[in-house]
Structure formats: C-alpha cells, structure tokens
C-alpha cells in the first residue's frame, strides 16, 4: 500500500512540469506558427495588390473574392441605383471604389466608365453613410484615379435622370455605333436597335 502511493506521487510530480513543458513549447509554435501565416497572407495580399496596380490602402470588399464578398450590392431606392464595384479599399474614414476594365487601354477613361465608378461612390456615400472623395478605374495598361468632384456628381445626377426618362419612352435611339457592346449587352434579345 505504502509503495502503490509513493508510486503514484512519485509519478504525478515529475509527469506534471513536462506535459506543461511540452503544451507551452506547442502553444508558442502554434501562436510563431500562425503570426507567419498572418505575415504571408498579408505579404500576398499587398503582393496581388500592387500586381493588380491597386494604391494601398485595406481591401475591405473584392467582388472577385469570395471570401470578401458583400452580403448584397449597395442598393439606394430613393435614386433607383444598384452596384457592386471589383473592390473596395478603407483608407482612414473614407471607402474608396475600385473598378476593373480589361480590353483596350484608353489615353484617358471612358465617360460610361467614370459615371460607373461616380456611381459607386454616389451609393458608398448614400448607403453606406462613408465618405468616398474618388475612385480608381483600372484598366490593363494604366490606373487612373477620378475624383468625385461635385461636378461629376451633378453630371452623373443628370444622366440618372435622363436614363430614368428614358425608361418612359417606347423607343430609344442607340447612342452608339459599337457592335461589341451589343454582342455583350443584357438587352440584345429584346432590343430593336442592335447592331449584333
Ligand atoms: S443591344 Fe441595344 S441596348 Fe444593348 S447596347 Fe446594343 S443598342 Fe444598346
């Protein structure tokens, strides 16, 4: 009896200070083990960032990841407007909309395209309640950044407007002369002015 107890105190006291020994050695691997992980998928972040051509500032939403997907576009119904931009990045307070164009690189933006990425920030604004003071249009070859001056915003106002009145009217000229935006248009099947 006397021996079976010295065993089991002599077993526990000695087994103790090494099982923790051994948790805390594993605890300070995991804890070293995932700060590298943290530092590579931020390293890679930065990485594909910089790729993309994309100024710094924190990814908040990428429409191409999944894993930073908004739960649903930015909906305004008060000025009918709906979208989601490619990204968005946080710098300070402001949200600043990233959309990406790939084709031809332009010598300066298209106006469809500037009135796109205004509306963004129009919709960043009104719904999200931030401040998004510009925005950069990426296309392959160049980025350029568009400020959202009142201006602009009081143009995109204005083509809102009009495409509104315009969804009153039975027929619609086409603005334009481009047979591969009909090819890639939504309303080709049902649109009497297309060109493909
Ligand atoms: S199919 Fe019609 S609505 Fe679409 S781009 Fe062509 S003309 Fe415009």
């Known amino acids: 009896m006397t021996s079976r107890?010295?065993?089991?105190?002599?077993?526990i006291p000695r087994a103790t200070p090494n099982r923790f020994g051994t948790i805390k050695?594993?605890?300070?691997?995991?804890?070293?083990?995932l700060l590298l992980l943290g530092m590579w998928f931020l390293l890679r972040a930065r990485g594909l960032q910089q790729r993309a051509g994309l100024p710094t500032g924190r990814v908040v939403y990428m429409d191409m990841d999944t894993a930073?997907?908004?739960?649903?576009p930015l909906y305004d119904p008060h000025i009918g407007l709906v979208g989601k931009p490619d990204y968005i990045l946080e710098q300070g307070e402001a949200l600043i909309p990233v959309e990406v164009k790939t084709g031809h690189t332009p010598q300066q933006p298209y106006p469809g395209h500037?009135?796109?990425?205004?509306?963004y920030g129009l919709l960043i604004q009104r719904v999200l309640g931030r401040p998004a003071p510009y925005g950069f249009l990426r296309y392959p070859q160049a980025t350029f950044r568009i400020e959202f001056t009142?201006?602009?915003m009081d143009e995109l106002l204005a083509v809102l407007a009009a495409l509104r009145a315009d969804e009153e009217r039975e027929d619609v000229p086409?603005?334009?002369?481009?047979?591969?935006?009909c090819r890639a248009c939504g309303f080709r099947e049902i649109c009497n002015q297309r060109l493909a």
């Open 150 to 152: 009142p201006r602009l």
């Open 114 to 119: 500037v009135y796109q990425l205004a509306a």
């Open 5 to 11: 107890v010295r065993f089991r105190i002599g077993i």
């Open 25 to 33: 050695k594993m605890l300070v691997w995991l804890g070293f083990t």
């Open 174 to 181: 086409r603005s334009h002369n481009h047979p591969a935006r």
């Open 68 to 72: 930073h997907t908004l739960a649903r």
